[in-house]
């Protein structure tokens, strides 16, 4: 089973917000570590979106809208990336990431669908 | 303007080997340490290591250790990426990514475009 888990798609209507979700396996308590959240359109590169740990520990990419949030579900042991006021450009794949025992893990993403 | 300049494509046999270059620009390349991830077709992105191109330390993924060498030479401001022993499931994009310092740190902030590798028979 994958450290973590994300749903393979997800879609919403533009200007509508879209919560996509990064589930720990158990045994990883997503208090303790920092979510990184990357954006991958087709033909290019992965983006570093935004980092989030806590509310007093977070860090948001160069550039990167403030529509772009990250928060955690403490009950579901999982990350979540909130995209407010969906635009059409936001149809990406995005994954999250973590640093575990100074090993970088990814989800497998999910393609967010802007219809 | 910042910019991470990789190596072309490669088709290589299986059992073989391949080097993909990152040269860096528009930065001191000396602070930033430079890592290895690799995306196959349809999947998520699989880390594989780092260089520190400053003292040219490394740290390799459990999953690679005994068939990745991460290199650099700093007179040309360049991160290489050498993998052993290729099999099908090699077949993927590698990127060199740049991690982020300060605030930005454990972060990868920049990355290349990306080497395709091929590998088949």
């Known amino acids: 089973q994958a450290v973590l888990t994300q749903p393979s798609s997800l879609s919403a209507s533009p200007g509508a917000s879209a919560s996509l979700t990064c589930t720990l396996r158990?045994?990883?308590?997503?208090?303790?570590?920092?979510i990184y959240w990357y954006q991958q359109k087709p033909g290019s590169p992965p983006q570093y979106l935004l980092r989030?740990?806590?509310?007093?520990?977070?860090?948001?990419g160069s550039g990167v809208p403030s529509r772009f949030s990250g928060s955690k579900d403490a009950s579901a042991n999982a990350g979540i990336l909130l995209i407010s006021g969906l635009q059409s450009e936001d149809e990406a794949d995005y994954y999250c990431m973590i640093w575990h025992s100074s090993t970088s893990l990814f989800g497998g993403g999910t393609k967010l669908t802007v219809l | 303007q910042v910019q991470l300049v990789q190596s072309g494509a490669e088709v290589k046999k299986p059992g073989a080997s391949v080097k993909v270059s990152c040269k860096a620009s528009g930065y001191t390349f000396s602070d930033h340490y430079m890592h290895w991830v690799r995306q196959a077709p349809g999947q998520g992105p699989e880390w594989m290591g780092w260089?520190?191109?400053?003292?040219?330390?490394?740290y390799y993924a459990q999953n690679f250790q005994d068939r990745v060498t991460m290199t650099r030479d700093t007179s040309i401001n360049t991160a290489y990426m050498e993998l052993s022993k290729l099999g099908s499931a090699d077949t993927a994009i590698y990127y060199c990514?740049?991690?982020?310092?300060?605030?930005?740190?454990?972060?990868?902030?920049?990355w290349g475009l990306g080497t395709l590798v091929i590998v088949s028979s």
């Open positions: 990514a740049r991690e982020g310092v300060a605030a930005a740190e454990d972060t990868f902030d920049m």
């Open positions: 158990s045994g990883f308590n997503v208090g303790t570590y920092r």
């Open positions: 260089v520190n191109p400053n003292s040219g330390g490394t």
């Open positions: 989030y740990k806590s509310d007093s520990d977070n860090h948001q």
